[in-house]
C-alpha cells in the first residue's frame, strides 16, 4: 500500500511551470497559479513561471531551456494538450523528450474518467524525461490541475513516498549518457 515514510527527509524539487494558451497571462491564469500554489504547499521550489502562446516552436524552445537549467527538476506544462488545431503542448514535448512516461497519461486519464466519464479521452495529458529533467503536459483547466497535482505529481514527486516515487531516481536519468564501465 502507498504510503509516506516519515523517518526520511522531504527533500525539496525545483519545479517549473508552463501555462500554453493564446489569451491567458499572470492576472488570469488560475490554472497556473493553482498549480504553483500547490507546489509551494508541498514544500517544492517555484523554479520559474512563465506563459507561452501556442506555438510548437516558442513551447519546445522554452522546454530546451529549462531542460538545460540545472536549478530546475521538472517542467509542469497546463494546456495545448486538447485535440484542436492550436493544440500542440505534446508536439512540441515529441521534440524534446528521450523517453515517455506512458503510465502519467494512463493514470490521468483512467482518475480523470471518474469524474468527466468518456470525455477524458480528448486530453493527450503526457509525461516523460530529457536530459535528466521530467516534463509533464497537464489539460488547461483548474480541475484538470488540481486532479494530476493532488492524485499524482504531489506523491510522485516526494522523496518519502513508498513504495517507490520519481525523486529517488532523479540521480539515474542521465546514466545512458556515463561511459561504460571497461
Known amino acids: 500500500m502507498a504510503r509516506i515514510d516519515e523517518t526520511r527527509p522531504f ?9 500554453v494558451s493564446d489569451t491567458r497571462n499572470l492576472d488570469n491564469d488560475t490554472s497556473g497559479q493553482t498549480l ?3 507546489i509551494a504547499g508541498a514544500g517544492h521550489v517555484l523554479a520559474a513561471r512563465a506563459i507561452e ?3 510548437t516552436a516558442a513551447i519546445a524552445v522554452r522546454l530546451r531551456g529549462w531542460i538545460a ?8 506544462t497546463t494546456g495545448g494538450t486538447g485535440i484542436t488545431g492550436r493544440d500542440v503542448t505534446p508536439e512540441a514535448f515529441d521534440q524534446v523528450l528521450e523517453k ?5 497519461g494512463e493514470l490521468f486519464r483512467m482518475l480523470s474518467y471518474a469524474k ?6 480528448q486530453s493527450r495529458a503526457l509525461g516523460g524525461v530529457a536530459g535528466g529533467t521530467y516534463l509533464f503536459a497537464l489539460p488547461g483547466s483548474t480541475g484538470a490541475v488540481k486532479d494530476a497535482w493532488d492524485d499524482i505529481l504531489v506523491s510522485q514527486l516526494d522523496n518519502r513516498h513508498r513504495p517507490c516515487n520519481l525523486v529517488e531516481l532523479m540521480p539515474r536519468l542521465q546514466e545512458h549518457l556515463k561511459p561504460a564501465a571497461e
Do not use: N, Q
Open 36 to 38: 504553483a500554489d500547490r
Open 53 to 55: 502562446k501556442d506555438e
Open 116 to 121: 468527466i466519464g468518456t470525455s477524458t479521452m
Open 69 to 76: 537549467d540545472p536549478a530546475v527538476d521538472v517542467v509542469i
Open 100 to 104: 515517455r512516461i506512458e503510465g502519467f
Open 11 to 19: 527533500l525539496p524539487v525545483r519545479i517549473a511551470v508552463l501555462t
